[in-house]
C-alpha cells in the first residue's frame, strides 16, 4: 500500500487531552486506523532559528513528525496572514482583514521551510494529502523541490465567492500555486462552485469538464468531500451510562428545564452573540414563571492574542451577564457560558442530554458539532437540531431547523418550535438526519478524497530528477 503523508498547520498530540479544533479531531479520527506519517508544527514556539528540531514520535500506526515556529513565524505566518488575513476574507469578512507585507512574506517563508523538511523524508510512492488555509502553497514549494508525486490538498473553510476574494491583496498570487496540486477538495458545492468561478472569471483558465479546471497548461481536478465524524464512536461515548446519571443529578437542580447546547470556539465567525441575543429573545416569549429552558454554551479560547477574538470574548461576558441579571433567579442560571475546553466524553452526554443543539455560524466551512449532536441523541427521544443555513453541513442536514443566524426573531422562534416539537417529528427528522451523518463520515470523507487522488496519477508534474 502507498504512504500516506498528512500535512496540516497543527498536529494533533494524542493523549494531550481535547482537541477543539475541527481538523485536529476529524484527521485523528481517519488516521487512527489508517497510519502514515502526519507532518507539521507542534504548538511550541522557540526565540529563533537555530533553535528549530524536528522530532518524530510513533503514535499507534501513525509517524508524528513535528517542529516548533520562532515568534517571528508565529506572529507573521500563524496569526498574521493566516488568521487576520485568510480567515476572515475566507468567512466573508473583508472588514476584519489586516494585510501587512510582513505576514505574507512570513506566510511565503513557513510554506518554504516546510517544505525543506518535508521534500526529503518523501518516498517516491508516498501519497501527499495537504490541509487548510495555513498551507496553500506548500504544493507549490514541494514541486519546485522536485516533488513529482500525486499532492491534494483540502480546504477546510468555506471558498467565497470572487467578488470578495479580488479584495485581498496578493490573493490572485497565492490561488494560482493551487494549481500545482492534483486535486483540491471542497466542503460543498457552492465552495467549489466559488472556485471555479475564480479560476475562470479572474485567472483566464476555462473549466473542461464538471470537475476540472485548467489553466497555464496545468489542468487540476476539483471535487466536493464533506467532512465528517466517526459516528459509532461518539455515539457510544454519548450513551455512557455514568455520566448519564450525573446529568440527571443537574437536571434536578434546574428543576426539569430543558437543555440547548451550543459548543464552539470562541469566534468571531461563529455567531456566538446572535445566539445569545435569540436566546434572550425566547425567555422574554415566556411568562416568568415559565422560561423553559436553560442554555449551556461552551466557547473554546482559540487565538486569543488577536484584536478580533479579544473583542468578540468581551462582547459575550457582557451579554451573558446581561442576560443571567435579566433572567436569572435565586435557583436558575438561564445561559451557562463555559469559556474552556472541556472532554469530548463530556461534550457527548451534554449534547444527548440536550433538546436543542445551536449551531449558529455566521459562515463556516462545515461545522462538525451539528454532526457530532446528531450523532448523540438517543434516537426513541431525539433533541432537535437548529442549524445555519450558512454552516456547509446545512446542505446535507436539510432536516434540521435551518435559520438565518443574523435573524434572531427566526432563531428565537425555531427554538420554540423545537421545545414544541411533537416526539414523532422529532424522531424523523433525527432518523432521516442521522443516515446523511452516517453516509459523510469521517472514514467515507477520508477514502473517497484519496480514491480521486489515486486516481489522478499519470499527469507528471515535475521534470526535475529526484
Ligand atoms: P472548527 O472551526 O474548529 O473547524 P467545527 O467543525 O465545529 O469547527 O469543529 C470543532 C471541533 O472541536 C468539534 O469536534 C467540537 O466538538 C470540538 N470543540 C469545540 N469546542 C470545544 C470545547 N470547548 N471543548 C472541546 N471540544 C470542542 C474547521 C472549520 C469547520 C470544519 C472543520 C473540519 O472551521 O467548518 O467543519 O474545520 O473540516
Known sequence: ????????????????????????????????????????WNGEIVAQDSDIATTSVQHGRCTLMTMPLTERDHREFYLGFSNEVLWPIHHYRLDLSRFTLEAAEGYRRVNARFADVLAP?????????????????LGAELRARGVGNQIGFFLHIPFP????????????????TLLDYDLIGFQTTGDHANFCRFVCEEL????????TVRLDGKSLQVGVYPVGIDVDGFAAMAANPEAAQKIQKTERRDRKRLYAIGVDRLDYSKG?????????????SYPEDRRPMTLIQVAS??????????DIRHELEALSGKINGKFGGFDWTPLRYIHRSVSRETLAVHYRASRIGLV???????????KEYVAAQDEADPGVLILSRFAGAAEDLQEALLVN??????????????????????????????????????????????????????????????
Open 161 to 176: 465567492p470572487p467578488e470578495i476574494l479580488t479584495a485581498a491583496p496578493e490573493y490572485e498570487r497565492l490561488a494560482r
Open 405 to 466: 443566524p443574523y435573524d434572531i426573531d427566526e432563531t428565537a422562534h425555531a427554538m420554540r418550535r423545537a421545545i414544541e416539537m411533537p416526539v414523532d417529528e422529532r424522531i424523523a427528522r433525527h432518523r432521516a438526519l442521522m443516515k446523511r451523518v452516517r453516509q459523510h463520515d469521517a472514514c467515507n470523507w477520508m477514502l473517497s478524497f484519496l480514491r480521486a487522488l489515486r486516481a489522478c496519477r499519470g499527469s507528471p508534474r515535475v521534470t526535475l530528477k529526484r
Open 360 to 370: 449558529t455560524p455566521l459562515r463556516d466551512g462545515m461545522n462538525l458539532v451539528a
Open 301 to 310: 479560547p482559540t487565538r486569543d492574542d488577536l484584536d478580533a477574538y479579544i
Open 121 to 137: 523524508e518523501l518516498r517516491r510512492t508516498d501519497l501527499i494529502w495537504v490541509h487548510d488555509y495555513h498551507l496553500i502553497p
Open 1 to 40: 500500500m502507498t504512504r500516506l503523508v498528512v500535512v496540516s498547520n497543527r498536529v494533533a498530540a494524542p493523549g494531550a487531552g481535547q482537541a477543539s479544533g475541527g481538523l485536529a479531531v476529524c484527521l485523528l479520527d481517519a488516521m487512527r486506523d489508517r497510519g502514515g506519517l502526519w507532518f507539521g
Open 204 to 211: 483566464g483558465g476555462e473549466r473542461i469538464a464538471p470537475d
Open 272 to 284: 456566538l452573540p446572535e445566539k445569545f441575543l435569540a436566546f434572550e429573545r425566547l425567555l422574554a
